[in-house]
Every structure is written in structure tokens, then in C-alpha cells.
Nanobody, 125 residues
Framework: VQLQASGGGLIQAGGSLRLSCADS????????TGWFRQAPGKEREFVAAITSGTRRTAYADSVKGRFTVSRDNAKNTVYLQMNSLKPEDTAVYYC???????????????????WGQGTQVTVSS
């Protein structure tokens, strides 16, 4: 499994970005997927997750109402739409996938088996 996260960049507060997580195989389309982020000097934290089939979602309280996770199984891609960005959203964003088949979502880092390389998001004030 090789996950490729992209879409990060430098943006002003209040702006929007859409991150993509692509998989060269078909794992993303059939397994739960999540987004995490790590800010400088901080531990990696959960951002959002989505199930495979029913596409139920979960969000960290800090991003609820601003971020939306979605998937396009035909493209083997999971997205993270980030709106109303704040300077505190600045971090390296990672996508990850759970290797086992499951119809639930996961919010713990330890539940995930494969990780992308991360994409930097910088929000200026």
C-alpha cells in the first residue's frame, strides 16, 4: 500500500484547501481511512475519519463544522476539505488506512497500519 497525500500549501486565515490521499492500489476504496496532523513541537493528533462502505465520518472537535472528509472510490482517493482555516491548523497532514476490513471508523493512531508521507499546511494570520 502506498499512500500519497497532496494539496497542502500556504494560505491565509479564513481560506480553504482540499487535501487528497491517493492509493495506487484499491485499499482506500475498501478500508477505513483517516487524517491526522502534527504541528511543530506537538504530537500527532486525529483530525477526521471515514468508513469504507457507509461513509460515516468522525471529526476532532477542533475541526468540526470546518473540515469535511469524503471519498471517491472510483478514483481510490480520500479528500479532506478544509474551510475557514486558522493559524492553529498549521501542521503536516497525514492520511492513513486501516488494513483490516471494517465498517466503522477509527480515531486512534494505533489503529492505522499504513501512512502517507504527509503534506504541509501553513495558515498565515
Amino acid at each position: 500500500v502506498q499512500l500519497q497525500a497532496s494539496g497542502g500549501g500556504l494560505i491565509q486565515a479564513g481560506g480553504s484547501l482540499r487535501l487528497s490521499c491517493a492509493d495506487s492500489g484499491h485499499t482506500l476504496s475498501t478500508h477505513p481511512t483517516g487524517w491526522f496532523r502534527q504541528a511543530p513541537g506537538k504530537e500527532r493528533e486525529f483530525v477526521a475519519a471515514i468508513t469504507s462502505g457507509t461513509r460515516r465520518t468522525a471529526y476532532a472537535d477542533s475541526v468540526k463544522g470546518r473540515f469535511t472528509v469524503s471519498r471517491d472510490n472510483a478514483k481510490n482517493t480520500v479528500y479532506l476539505q478544509m474551510n475557514s482555516l486558522k493559524p492553529e491548523d498549521t501542521a503536516v497532514y497525514y492520511c492513513a488506512v486501516v488494513s483490516r476490513y471494517s465498517n466503522t471508523y477509527y480515531i486512534k493512531e494505533s489503529d492505522y497500519d499504513y501512512w502517507g508521507q504527509g503534506t504541509q499546511v501553513t495558515v498565515s494570520s
